[in-house]
């Protein structure tokens, strides 16, 4: 009789410690969580070692590079486990670049203007990327993440415009790839449903095929691949 009490005494004292522990462990047990949201943001493109073979007028260290100011604006999709989770947008942007030609000495066509040489072009695109991230701060209301991924930039060709100023040919076109990769790696603060990303694509792909003169039945090859540092603001839900 007392040996059945003192029995039934140490399991009503352990239940709930047992129950305790059995909630603890639930808790931390990570769930599957799915957000969404909506950001926008400036972009700005640097040009990896580009090369231009517009017969004999090249590309070189005193052509200068414009970065002009790019926008983005995308939906974006995030699924979480933990501290890691996989992203996913489709953002829609346009970017702006120009090359000067001010100073260069490797003219070798009569027509082209000294000091005035320029290309600027302009560009429509959707920009997919598929990106793991790792919380490496995740308190109550604020968080910072790290994540990287490849993304894939599709140019709208037909749509791009592009400025040949005092080129010795008339009518050129640039032949721009309509795909385009890149390798991304990137910062990202949150507070609470307000969040800020900081991000480097780094091309992986040539953006261009050729220059081409339609006029003149001229082809010219230029090369050159894309790096993109982009900051962008927005909301998660």
Known sequence: MKKGFAITV?????????????????????KAI?????KAGFQAITYNDPEFN???????KSTIQSNRIGYSIAPFFRL????????????????????DFTDSNTATIENIVPNSTVYEL???????????????????GYGMSIFTGPRTK???????????????YEGLEE????????WEIGLGVKIYNVFFDFVYDLGLTDTSKQIISEKEGKA??????????SFSVGMIF
Do not use: M, W
């Open 175 to 182: 032949v721009l790839n309509d795909k385009v990769y890149y």
């Open 34 to 38: 799915f957000n969404a949201g909506f």
């Open 220 to 229: 010219f090859s230029i090369k050159h691949r894309d790096n993109i540092l």
């Open 10 to 30: 140490c399991i009503l004292l352990l239940l709930p410690c047992c129950i305790t522990a059995h909630e603890k462990g639930k808790e931390k047990k990570p």
């Open 54 to 60: 517009i017969d004999g007028y090249t590309y070189n």
């Open 80 to 99: 979480s486990y933990g501290r890691l989770y996989l992203q996913t947008d489709a953002a829609f942007g346009i970017t702006r670049h120009s090359f």
């Open 154 to 168: 599709f140019i709208f060709t037909a749509q791009s415009e592009q400025k040949f100023k005092h080129f010795a």
């Open 122 to 140: 302009k560009t429509y695109c959707l920009q997919v990327p598929l990106l793991i991230g790792y919380d490496i701060l995740k308190k109550d």
